[in-house]
């Protein structure tokens, strides 16, 4: 099928806006892959401080034999990153099979965003990328490596490792995913319990019980947000072993996935017959089927910050409008909470990532002929992974239709012709809205602003009783700048409660929404941010605000001449506590959303 003219427009467009950094980045890997074997030229002293932790493998090191770097975000209090612990041990054994030899290069932090939604430490969490991507690039300085296999799936972890890793791009690499954990309760049911508590229907011990039964063993979380979406950006960037994304953590095709990639890496490593280095892989053509994926399936908003500083790494400039264009051409696939019922495992059982991918390849949505990890390109992707009768891993075709069309469809047959993204702009600046899981009908919202500085401050307003009317929730002072521009996943309950009640709401915000935010309209990254001197910064409680993503327009119907005049909103002075004052040089070095929101890239230069 030929391409898409708008895809291929896009793509055109992010080619020729990054040509002198693609080719900059280019020559970098290059020079790296020309400058020859890294071990070989370090000296007797440097090798024996590398081999002196392996006593298993120390022979085999010596005998100069590929050797692959484990980069590892485990921790047992992330359930996503828990399976990791014994990968590890497993790789090496794996490795060696394949004649390789296999060493942890190093360990990541992964903060569960989980845990610190509503507090203090949800300021450090988009901050934690550039320190994820920096400790990424320390454990692969070791110069000890000819490929590198990439453990880690959840929020900031994945875009974190895929940014150090892409300043190593001479080196083949792929992501190892762990898979989610088994259906709990269902969303729509956790949902309603923390809406009922919200209310004061329900008791603090009745919303933990609904909590533990939702989140309840090893593996990502079941609704689709950041983490998951990541999983299928992987998949349709040609990053993972084909179909890895949602096998479960316990079982034999999980098992034989991660055997799978282990022994991939051999083959395309420095020293392997097919050559496939990462900063190849990722080229403009990847990014683009990356954001055609994420529109496809409603995938998170975080990603209109992630894929951008992800895009930056490897000289590639993408921009909200080309996400904008992209959106308003790709169908909508996928319905999976909050953007439909079903659970990540549900859609899994439909089809999948597979499906998916078969279906964007078959319409000209995606470009079939990007360098992949796999062999057999793009198109691998769209097989799923099974055991035979032996219990050895194949690929089988998908199938014509979806296992259930409820959760997934054909791109002849989509829920919606466009994807789940609009972009807004007026005189509040540039923001992002997710319309995938918002009803039609409320697209469109003009009200009063309330006008909030904190989370804590909307909770009580709403508590009180303040909120009960058509109002348009303005949250401020959440920018990068700021403080680090947190998740304001707490006021999903509240403003869900007004809505249910029969209020037009909306939330207008310079911060950032959870991936699991789904049916109230939030129009959210406003750029430029508040504190600077941001538009946000003007408005004052009572005035009107109109969100229209129909038209794609954020506006305070105020004055001209009377909203030139309105000086800003006293700034917030810089908090201190949980560590937050160690992160204030990437505070003040952050730039705007749209570009990744990322003070290492943009003191790097990049």
Not at 356 to 383: F, K, P
Not at 436 to 446: G, K, L, M, P, Q
Request: hydrophobic fraction near 45%; aromatic fraction near 6%.
């Amino acid at each position: 099928m030929p391409l898409h003219p708008e895809l291929s427009a896009v793509t055109d467009r992010i080619i020729e806006r990054s040509a002198p950094g693609r080719r900059a980045y280019l020559d970098m890997i290059e020079a790296a892959r020309a400058s020859g074997d890294d071990r070989a030229r370090l000296g007797c002293a440097n090798l024996a401080h590398a081999y002196a932790g392996t006593d298993d493998q120390r022979d085999q090191m010596r005998d100069g034999r590929m050797n692959i770097a484990i980069v590892t975000a485990y921790n047992d209090m992330l359930s996503a990153h828990a399976p990791y612990y014994r990968y590890p041990e497993r790789m090496k054994i794996w490795a060696l099979e394949a004649g390789a030899t296999a060493q942890v290069a190093g360990g990541v932090p992964a903060m569960c965003d989980g845990v610190t939604q509503g507090f203090e430490g949800m300021e450090l969490s988009l901050f934690s990328r550039d320190a994820i991507a920096m400790a990424t690039a320390v454990a692969l300085s070791h110069r000890t490596f000819d490929a590198a296999a990439l453990l880690g799936i959840c929020d900031k972890i994945v875009p974190g490792l895929l940014m150090g890793a892409l300043r190593f791009g001479h080196l083949p690499m792929l992501l190892v995913p762990g898979g989610p954990m088994a259906t709990g309760i269902s969303n729509k049911q956790k949902a309603a319990v923390r809406e009922a508590y919200a209310e004061g229907k329900v008791s603090r011990e009745e919303l933990l019980e609904a909590e533990i039964a939702a989140y309840h063993g090893h593996g990502t979380c079941t609704f689709y947000g950041t983490a998951n979406s990541n999983q299928m950006m992987m998949e349709a960037m040609g990053l993972h072993i084909p179909g890895a994304a949602f096998a479960n953590p316990a079982g034999k095709l999980r098992q034989e996935l991660t055997r799978a990639a282990v022994q991939r890496l051999a083959a395309i490593g420095w020293k392997g017959d097919d050559y496939r280095p990462l900063g190849r892989c990722v080229d403009e053509r990847a990014i683009v089927n990356a954001a055609a994926a994420l529109l496809a399936t409603g995938g998170s908003t975080n990603h209109l910050i992630h894929l951008p500083a992800i895009a930056r790494a490897a000289g590639i400039v993408i921009d909200w409008e080309d996400f904008d264009r992209l959106s308003k051409a790709v169908p909508l696939l996928a319905r999976v909470y909050p953007n439909g019922s079903a659970d990540v495992n549900g859609f899994e059982e439909a089809g999948g990532p597979p499906f998916v991918i078969r279906e964007l390849l078959a319409a000209g949505l995606m470009h079939g002929d990007v360098l992949t990890i796999a062999d057999g390109g793009m198109a691998q992707y769209g097989r799923k992974p099974a055991l035979d009768d032996q219990e050895r891993l194949v690929w089988r075709d998908s199938p014509a239709d979806p296992g259930d069309d409820t959760i997934v469809r054909r791109a002849d047959a989509p829920f919606a012709p466009e994807g789940g993204f609009r972009i807004l702009a007026g005189n509040l600046g540039r923001a992002c809205i997710k319309v995938s899981a918002v009803d039609h009908d409320r697209w469109v919202i003009e009200a009063p602003a309330r006008v909030f500085t904190t989370q804590a401050e909307v909770q009580d307003a709403f508590k009180a009783g303040e909120l009960d009317r058509d109002v348009v929730v303005v949250v401020r002072f959440q920018g990068p700048r700021a403080n680090g521009m947190p998740e304001l996943h707490k006021l999903t309950p509240p403003l869900g409660v007004l809505q249910n009640r029969g209020f037009r709401v909306a939330l207008v915000t310079d911060g950032r929404m959870s991936g699991a935010s789904g049916k109230v309209p939030a129009a959210i990254h406003l750029s430029p941010e508040a504190l600077g001197g941001g538009p946000i910064a003007r408005l004052r409680d009572g005035d009107m605000v109109r969100l229209d993503a129909v038209s794609g327009t954020l506006d305070a119907l105020v004055d001209a001449v009377e909203w030139d005049a309105r000086d800003p909103a006293a700034e917030p002075g810089m908090a201190i506590g949980t560590g937050r004052e160690l992160f204030r040089m990437m505070n003040g070095g952050a730039d705007e959303a749209e570009r990744g929101a990322s003070a290492m890239l943009a003191a790097a230069g990049l």
